[in-house]
């Protein structure tokens, strides 16, 4: 192939900030590349495993829980509508992209069930993993080596029948556990710059990853699965909060630290991810705003 014949438009961003240092991510990628040692390295970590039953039973348990927290049992038959597949795709949009704040409105409780069943909650029943109740099922989101790093902590600001607090889901007994209660507003507001997205907003879903759940297998080329894996489980959201006729929105613009403090979970194991924010849906305003502002 010719260079002429080749668009250069958004490449020539190259040229343009060449003196940005990207050596970190550089050599990241550059160190977890896969190649015959790499591969045979893996393979050796992945015959460790599966001759030692605990290990592979471990991990296969691939949730946490909190024993001691008041639980909340969702409903396992909650529907998403029936909006089709490709309705949601064509529908589904950021809400920064064309509002500022959410439309306040209570979210139902089915909803929110039906969200984190259909995002990441156990679907069908596998035997041939071993007992449902030890990780025998599969999920709707795809996962590197089916190892789910990925927990969800529902932040409730307005959900019917819910007290405001800190939530995690508990993904084989579709169940929520109370982590605590409170009006949590002012507390996120020290978390994030998207004030107004916040205040509205009727729950704020924060993604964070086990780093040893995927790790342990793929050693450092696993950081790269684990956010692949945050992607996969990104766009369940917003297609099945589209499907729900949601407001919703991706939060990139946390500040990891303080989440972690707010979830209380330790960020050097569990590191905060992402942020996802659902709620009423407002009227398109007919024109995009402008980009955002800080992702
Ligand atoms: C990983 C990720 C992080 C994001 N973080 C933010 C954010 O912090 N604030 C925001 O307004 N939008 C955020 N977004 C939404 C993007 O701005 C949006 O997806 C993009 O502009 C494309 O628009 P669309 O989603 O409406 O198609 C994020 C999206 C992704 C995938």
Redesign the pocket.
């Known amino acids: 192939m010719l260079k002429k014949d080749i668009d250069y438009v958004s490449y020539s961003f190259i040229d343009i900030f060449q003196k940005d240092d990207n050596e970190i991510v550089e050599t990241f990628h550059e160190h977890t590349k896969l190649s015959p040692n790499s591969t045979r390295e893996i393979g050796r970590r992945v015959g460790e495993i599966k001759s030692d039953p605990n290990i592979l039973a471990m991990m296969q348990r691939a949730w946490k829980n909190y024993p001691a927290a008041l639980s909340i049992p969702l409903d396992k038959q909650a529907s998403l509508g029936d909006m089709t597949l490709a309705d949601a795709l064509k529908r589904?949009?950021?809400l920064?992209?064309?509002a500022t704040s959410f439309r306040p409105d209570t979210l139902r409780l089915e909803a929110l069930s039906a969200l984190l069943l259909h995002s990441y909650g156990a679907t069908r029943p596998q035997p041939w993993k071993g007992r449902f109740e030890d990780g025998g099922f599969g999920r709707p989101a795809a996962s590197s080596g089916g190892l789910y790093p990925m927990e969800i902590y529902p932040i409730v600001l307005n959900v019917e029948g819910l007290e405001r607090g800190v939530y995690h889901y508990n993904v084989p007994q579709h169940a929520l556990q109370r982590l605590r209660t409170g009006d949590m507003l002012d507390e996120l507001f020290e978390c994030t710059t998207?004030h107004d997205?916040l205040k509205n907003a009727s729950v704020l879903f924060v993604l964070t990853g086990v780093w040893k759940r995927t790790l342990s297998k793929y050693r450092q080329r696993g950081y790269r699965f684990l956010m692949h894996d945050a992607?996969t489980l990104?766009q369940n959201l917003?297609l099945n909060a589209t499907a729900l006729d949601l407001g919703a929105?991706?939060?990139?613009?946390?500040f990891d630290d303080r989440m972690a403090k707010v979830l209380d979970v330790n960020p050097l194991d569990e590191p905060v991810l992402?942020?996802f924010l659902v709620g009423g849906r407002p009227a398109p305003a007919g024109q995009l705003r402008s980009?955002?502002a800080?992702?």
């Open positions: 589904r949009a950021s920064s992209t064309y998207y997205l992607g990104l917003y929105c991706a939060l990139g613009g946390l992402l942020g980009l955002p800080t992702i």
